[in-house]
């Protein structure tokens, strides 16, 4: 009986599906859970943009762009079921905002050629093009945020950390240790001492942790943190009265939802960010074309925070990579193969993202066969407060190629061999 | 009506004392077996195999393993999640060791590993019981967890601490990676659950499985009129264990392919196959298939409803569907406290009579 509730479920769901005209844009969001704090705002921007263009252009180069979401909860197991239900519809590009989802979808996207992008998160090694075909994470990744933060850090001791010690706090799961290689081999290159403290899933409980932290007053603490886990870190950092001025989050622990909760105690709060924010005019536009229509995702309420203008970014980066890759292939209906090529032909300009409405958003950088990982910079902004604002203190900071570039070819080499992949490019 | 008893005559023990005594059940059975084996694998698609029926097959195994321990044996586990970690990651390890030898062995010699493990773990339950029992099988979740998150050796060093299934074929047909079809995903998945299913059946009907009844009814009667407590209760972990096990070795290498530990084998995934176990029916191994379709095929079929039949918000829908999952849990726990195959249990005695009922 269930089995043919659920099939005659399934048929609907089938026969909903839309005309397969459209350009289709699978979003794996998570509105629910402990990761839902940041995944709402993102989900949110993510689809508003798409609303837009369908609104304002009239789809992407006249094809109307379909938006179909699906809650995965920050589970794999139901990332594998959004997977399966939408890659049948025509899916043009992955991205599931979680780097577990993204470890088990890069050999099944491989496999029935769709691609996968990761902006800033997933599988760091992806950057080189000659081994993941079908995966990006431009325009920056993990490693590229961890030799940022010690480059700032650099920058404020006048070029030397020795003798300094860091500790890093994260999140225990792929995401939250993937830094760690890169932190390493900075710290042989800089002097300083590391120190890794893991916080268990979800990360309501870091009280032993923050006693550690107390115990041992390192100069610096970063953070790679999610959901919950950052709110009370930076409460917990509070309490310990730790200086908020030596704590540095990732770009994924910087964001309003992160830091309001601790009031005025999170002031100072650092973090890394690899778009800017700021009251760009796509925003009016989203309000008269999207909000104003009744259209928007979710209650509406996000535009411009910081989570929101990087859904907008990473939806503005797929309709980029569409309208290059409808260029290229001279139709308006691409498919996910036309897509790729798109995506690895992208060039994101100054002028094109002032066309775009939205003026220094990211940084300058093109794709290519080889490189998938753009040009890795990232800024530092801190919290303010009194006035409940992100102020970016830095401009657009260059990582350490010389550091990363080995290690990225490093992994990836691994990956090819134990894949038994061909290398591409060449 | 649907029973037609006249003329089902047994003429000897063995087919008195046989699984299914009764022959419309008995051919049902092997219609079931022939619809599994002949029907489904030459329709089955991704979306089937990969969100519906690769879980359902898998999380069955483990409920009939969870199911040996608390519904047979008695023995409250909380570690169910832990164990099937043990499965996967030892599963992992002897795949990227020994590339040659082929993966059935392998996910085989992970259920025996998890076997060795659950008896180490098992050894407090012949000192504690009941809710102490269950916090010590909990202290063994966490170690578990803790322990594949701390030594690099598990997970090869790799760098996200994450372990990945490289391609292994059964007879030249890929079975995990990505390149694996819907079928044979689903075939290996059915193989293993006909074999240990069967098996369970038969060794819960047999000398070992009536020691394990009679410890979970009252273990000093038991001792008293000769069932050795330390066999029985280390058999039963052992037998469980390897039942978890093998499932945990096929949702890492069959079905999802990457796991990391924390997410994919902590205390959630516990109570989700105590729940099954619940649910289903302790002591009963229609019950744990029972159980692991309702909390497997349930979600699915209320988020295709809500999401893509009324078009609901995603996250709407995600809420309601806890908050009906949950309200069907306790109407059928007061409804029916001995699960799902209670349920059957009444219905097929009423079905038998019918339309005649004294």
Request: proline residues 4%; aromatic residues 12%; glycine residues 10%.
């Amino acid at each position: 009986m269930k089995l043919k509730l659920a099939s005659a479920a399934l048929g609907a769901l089938v026969a909903a599906s839309p005309a397969l005209a459209d350009l289709v844009f699978p979003d794996l969001s998570y509105r629910t859970g402990a990761y839902a704090a940041g995944g709402i705002p993102f989900s949110d921007g993510y689809q508003d943009y798409f609303a837009l263009v369908n609104e304002r252009d009239g789809g992407i180069g006249g094809v109307k762009a379909k938006v179909m979401e699906c809650e995965t909860g920050y589970n794999t197991e139901k990332g594998v079921e959004c997977y399966e239900a939408t890659k049948g519809e025509g899916a043009l590009i992955y991205q599931p905002l979680s780097t577990g989802i993204t470890y088990q979808l890069i050999p099944k996207v491989s496999a029935d050629q769709i691609p996968l992008h990761t902006m800033g998160y997933g599988r760091t090694s992806a950057a080189n093009g000659k081994v993941f075909e079908w995966v990006f994470n431009y325009p920056a990744n993990y490693w590229d945020a961890a030799s940022v933060a010690i480059k700032y850090l650099l920058d404020e001791n006048g070029g030397d950390l020795s003798g300094k010690t860091i500790t890093l706090l994260y999140h225990n799961s792929a995401y939250g240790k993937e830094p760690i290689r890169t932190l390493e081999e900075l710290s042989k290159k800089h002097g300083y001492t590391l120190n890794t403290i893991p916080v268990d899933h979800p990360g309501q409980e870091q009280k032993s942790q923050w006693l550690q932290i107390r115990r041992e007053r390192p100069d610096y603490v970063i953070m790679w943190g999610w959901g919950v886990m950052n709110q009370v870190a930076i409460q917990e950092a509070a309490n310990i009265r730790f200086p908020m001025e030596n704590f540095i989050g990732n770009w994924w622990a910087g964001a309003e939802h992160d830091v309001t909760p601790a009031g005025a105690a999170a002031d100072g709060y650092k973090s890394l960010n690899m778009n800017r924010i700021a009251d760009y005019p796509v925003f009016a536009d989203i309000k008269t074309h999207v909000h104003d229509k009744g259209l928007a995702a979710g209650d509406g309420s996000n535009v411009g925070k910081v989570l929101y203008t990087r859904g907008m970014y990473a939806a503005m980066l797929a309709v980029e990579a569409a309208k290059t890759a409808q260029e290229i292939h001279g139709t308006p209906d691409i498919t996910a193969a036309m897509m790729r090529d798109g995506m690895e032909a992208l060039v994101m300009d100054a002028a094109k993202m002032e066309a775009l409405g939205a003026p220094g958003i990211g940084p300058e950088f093109g794709v290519s066969c080889t490189d998938h990982g753009g040009s890795g910079m990232g800024i530092v902004q801190q919290w303010n407060a009194s006035e409940g604002k992100w102020v970016a203190l830095t401009d657009y900071i260059m990582p350490d190629d010389a550091i990363i570039a080995p290690l990225v070819e490093e992994d990836s080499m691994a990956y090819a061999s134990e894949n038994n992949l061909s290398l591409r490019c060449e | 009506m649907f029973y037609r008893e006249a003329g089902d005559f047994k003429t000897s023990y063995s087919e008195d004392s046989q699984t299914f005594p009764i022959r419309f059940d008995r051919y049902r059975y092997y219609a079931v077996l022939v619809v599994a084996f002949a029907v489904i694998p030459f329709v089955v698609d991704d979306y089937w195999a990969n969100a519906i029926l690769v879980p359902f097959l898998i999380y069955s195994i483990a409920a009939i393993g969870l199911n040996i321990l608390t519904g047979y044996c008695g023995q409250v586990s909380l570690g169910t999640g832990g164990f099937m970690a043990v499965g996967a990651y030892a599963c992992y390890k002897l795949m990227t060791a020994f590339p040659d030898v082929s993966i059935v062995l392998h996910v085989i010699a992970a259920g025996f590993i998890t076997a060795g493990v659950g008896v180490l773990f098992g050894l407090p339950s012949l000192r504690i019981k009941g809710f102490y029992l269950a916090v010590a099988t909990l202290a063994a979740q966490f170690f578990l967890v803790w322990l594949f998150n701390k030594v690099p050796w598990f997970y090869n060093y790799s760098a996200s601490g994450q372990i990945s299934a490289p391609e292994r074929t059964v007879l030249g047909i890929a079975v995990t990676g990505p390149e694996t079809t819907a079928w044979a995903k689903y075939l290996i998945c059915l193989l293993f659950v006909v074999v240990l299913a069967w098996a369970a059946r038969n060794l819960t009907r047999g000398t070992i499985g009536r020691s394990w009844m009679a410890i979970r009814d009252m273990d000093i009667a038991a001792e008293i009129i000769g069932v050795n407590p330390l066999k029985a209760k280390l058999t039963a972990f052992a037998v469980s264990s390897f039942y978890i096990g093998i499932a945990g070795a096929l949702f890492f290498a069959v079905y999802l392919g990457a796991v990391e530990v924390g997410e994919a084998f902590g205390i959630q995934k516990s109570f989700l196959i105590l729940f099954m176990v619940i649910i289903g029916g302790l002591g009963s191994i229609f019950g744990s298939f029972a159980g692991a379709a309702f909390l497997v095929l349930l979600p699915v079929l209320l988020k295709n409803v809500l999401v893509g039949g009324m078009g609901w918000p995603t996250d709407l829908a995600a809420h309601i569907e806890l908050m009906i999952v949950g309200a069907l849990i306790i109407v059928f726990l007061i409804a029916e406290p001995h699960g799902l195959a209670q349920l059957w249990r009444i219905g097929k005695e009423k079905l038998r009579l019918w339309p005649f009922p004294h």
